[in-house]
């Protein structure tokens, strides 16, 4: 694995101020500063990205109705944190999204502080946009906020929050997790049968990470898997907090087969625990999820143990969640919770297949286009 090594350093020094993709908050980072919690600091921590893939957009063949007939909507997003590569695809989709539509959008990026979310969001509803995104988070600080953004007639959708409890009447958006870690691990018994010992890497209390982990947990025992370790943190530099975790636990249980670990952040982690553990080389396969191009690069490294991911295109996703509040705020969404298929993807289907990059991967693989989702024929959706 060793020319993957300056690889996978610059991605985990580059990730020391970035976010999980599926982050719920921040229980062990330090607490942002006033600077770059507002939407200016926002959309210039997006354009700064270098991930705005440009996309293409289908015409609507037809008359749209109420908000979007008229002079254009405002529509806010209240995100926990827009750090990190995933995050930025995502808002680049979001973004377009809502210009295809003729609309502005205003971003409020708490940068991981659940309080200040709560009172960004209280912000957000003060300025009576037409439409608010709600952008992962904890249901208990978000719920006040979200129901009253409800009672005040602010359409509001939700992603990746399990909020139905104490919000019943807001809309859910989310990826398939039970499916994606399906398809992962459906490879994992593949590769590695059952009767083997495994490594588990996640953090619990995380709303699509807890839904893995019961997954997680049915494979485990269908499959007669002993797990020797389980470990992980979530922080604000998730993979270089991690990297020493798995680390120290493989040097007390080197004995095991393959490792899962159920988010990107996590997954670099793994990788880097393995580089500092030279003798385990080609001995431990690694199973994860969420694509980048980042992640893509991992995956093909030259002695990468990175088998397999379970991904969806967060530019597509950002995009699908517009549209899903658009069809919600023209009276048209029939759903109360909308979820966005995941896909398998394997290193060695990115090696046959050429794929070095997001752009290669969504040609040869048009399942991660979803712009049939939550569509409409007045909406012009947006296709990476």
């Not at 958006?173 to 994992?188: F, N």
């Not at 699509?208 to 530099?237: C, H, I, M, Q």
């Not at 040097?251 to 580089?275: C, F, H, M, W």
Request: net charge negative; hydrophobic share 40%.
């Amino acid at each position: 694995m060793r020319n993957s090594k300056v690889l996978l350093a610059g991605l985990l020094g580059a990730s020391v101020f970035a976010m999980s993709a599926c982050s719920q908050g921040d229980a062990e980072g330090d607490a942002p500063t006033e600077e770059g919690t507002t939407a200016e600091a926002a959309d210039s921590t997006a354009e700064e990205g270098g991930n705005a893939d440009e996309a293409e957009t289908s015409e609507a063949a037809a008359e749209a109705p109420a908000p979007f007939d008229g002079d254009g909507v405002n529509i806010a997003i209240v995100q926990q944190s827009g750090q990190g590569d995933y995050f930025q695809q995502y808002l680049n989709g979001t973004r377009q999204q809502v210009e295809a539509l003729g609309g502005e959008l205003a971003v409020f990026d708490a940068q991981g502080d659940n309080a200040t979310q709560a009172s960004q969001l209280d912000q957000a509803i003060a300025a009576s946009p037409d439409g608010i995104i709600v952008r992962h988070g904890f249901p208990d600080t978000l719920c006040p906020g979200v129901n009253k953004a409800i009672e005040a007639g602010i359409p509001v959708i939700i992603y990746d929050v399990e909020i139905q409890e104490c919000a019943p009447d807001a809309i859910q958006t989310q990826q398939s997790d039970i499916e994606m870690a399906s398809l992962v691990l459906d490879k994992m018994v593949e590769d590695v049968g059952s009767d083997v010992n495994v490594g588990y890497v996640n953090v619990k209390g995380i709303a699509p990470l807890d839904r893995r982990d019961g997954v997680w947990e049915d494979y485990k025992a269908e499959n007669n898997w002993t797990e020797l370790f389980f470990t992980g943190t979530y922080t604000n530099s998730t993979a270089t907090d991690t990297a020493p975790m798995v680390s120290n636990a493989l040097k007390a249980n080197p004995d095991v087969a393959a490792i899962y670990a159920p988010y990107d952040e996590l997954t670099k982690g793994t990788l880097s625990a393995l580089e500092q553990n030279p003798d385990l080389e080609g001995e431990v396969l690694v199973y994860g999820a969420d694509i980048s191009t980042a992640d893509i690069e991992l995956m093909k490294a030259e002695g990468s143990p990175w088998v397999a991911t379970g991904a969806t295109d967060p530019n597509a996703i950002g995009a699908v969640v517009v549209r899903t509040l658009a069809l919600h705020m023209a009276g048209e969404l029939t759903e109360t919770k909308v979820e966005f298929p995941p896909i398998l993807v394997t290193a060695d289907f990115l090696r046959e297949n050429d794929v070095n990059n997001m752009e290669d991967l969504r040609a040869v693989e048009p399942a991660l286009n979803i712009s049939d989702v939550s569509s409409a024929d007045w909406i012009p959706s947006v296709t990476f």
